[in-house]
């Protein structure tokens, strides 16, 4: 059944995408204020809490849900429930376009428009970048979406799903992702800010929840591109100190297809004497920036191209897995 949940809910994303503002997303950013606004009091077990509220009730909703239709219904509709869970949290037409719309402004020369489009995509200043480097923001940041809108949850929904556990490992992915991101973001409000306890709860949370997927999407990136170049650049960063989940996937991916991928963001929490609640500051740490070709608009074709095959590549394999299951 996940192999069908997979594939029903990647044709029917490519077909009818969710648009941004959509009422699912919307009512998800009322729950996770809801949750923040009423258990959030800026202690260590308090963060604790709002994230169990904001990220395993939905989880455990569709759990629910899964498990009445597949035990009182019949299959049909739990599998319908699958699919209907992963459209709103697997798919490339979330992001695509972001995508699409830079490497075409890209090919027709208009790089200040493209530096617009990368600024309103990331919330960051473009204005001054050249195009070696827009072009390597787009790599990175589009290989990172394609992470955590595909493969991570492609990753989490067939492990829960193998444990009978239908399609809450993509909801507990996806809203990992997000909290973390979402309070973050809040952090920066006026308007009821996020407490420092409940955004360092939450960005430990997504690091043990990524930190498989992580591997996953590497390895992936590893045997459709080129093999050793991306283990080599992969073992490289992942042995120096204070290594990501996403410099994993940028190192694998910059060996994979021999582009030089340039720095990475790193948390670093603060901690004295073990203070859970202390806080978190941002690093930036050198990826490889002397290995692998200087990003070129060619690179762009080569990256679909990774992540389609690696996408085409899972698939196969749990449509094996799936058929030995039922020769079995």
């Known amino acids: 059944m996940s192999f069908i949940s997979l594939l029903l809910a990647l044709l029917l994303e490519q077909a009818r995408p969710l648009g941004k503002g959509n009422p699912i997303h919307g009512v998800i950013r009322i729950w996770v204020r809801w949750a923040s606004r009423s258990f959030d009091a800026g202690k260590s077990h308090h963060a604790g809490l ?14 629910g849900i899964y498990w009445v239709l597949l035990s009182f219904v019949g299959w ?7 699919v209907l869970v992963l459209y709103t949290t697997l798919g490339f037409r979330q992001f695509s376009f972001h995508f699409t719309e830079i490497r075409d402004a890209l090919a027709d020369g208009e790089e200040d428009r493209a530096r617009l489009l990368l600024a309103q995509w990331q919330q960051i200043d473009a204005s001054e970048l050249p195009r070696r480097e827009i072009l390597r923001h787009v790599i990175e940041h589009s290989v990172l979406a394609a992470h955590r809108h595909v493969f991570g949850v492609l990753a989490w929904f067939s492990v829960l799903a193998a444990l009978g556990l239908g399609p809450s490992g993509a909801v507990v992915y996806r809203l990992g992702e997000f909290v973390a991101r979402y309070w973050q973001h809040k952090s920066t409000k006026h308007h009821q800010p996020a407490s420092q306890a409940l955004q360092n709860a939450a960005l430990q949370a997504w690091f043990v929840i990524d930190w498989l997927p992580a ?9 459709v591109g080129s093999f050793e170049e991306a283990i080599d650049a992969w073992r490289s960063y992942a042995i120096s100190p204070g290594a990501t989940n996403d410099g994993v996937v940028l190192a694998a991916t910059s060996g994979a297809v021999n582009v030089r991928l340039g720095r990475v963001e790193t948390q670093v929490f603060d901690t004295e004497d073990g203070d859970p609640e202390s806080s978190a500051r941002v690093v930036e740490r050198s990826l490889n920036p002397e290995k692998g070709q200087v990003p070129e608009l060619g690179h762009l074709a080569v990256i679909v191209g990774l992540v389609w095959r690696s996408v085409v590549m899972w698939m196969v394999l749990l449509a094996l897995l799936t058929l030995a299951r039922l020769l079995g």
């Open 50 to 63: 709002a994230w169990s509220f904001a990220v395993l009730g939905p989880s455990l909703a569709s759990l």
């Open 76 to 82: 049909p509709l739990a599998v319908l429930w699958s």
């Open 215 to 223: 591997r996953i999407t590497a390895i992936s990136f590893a045997v």
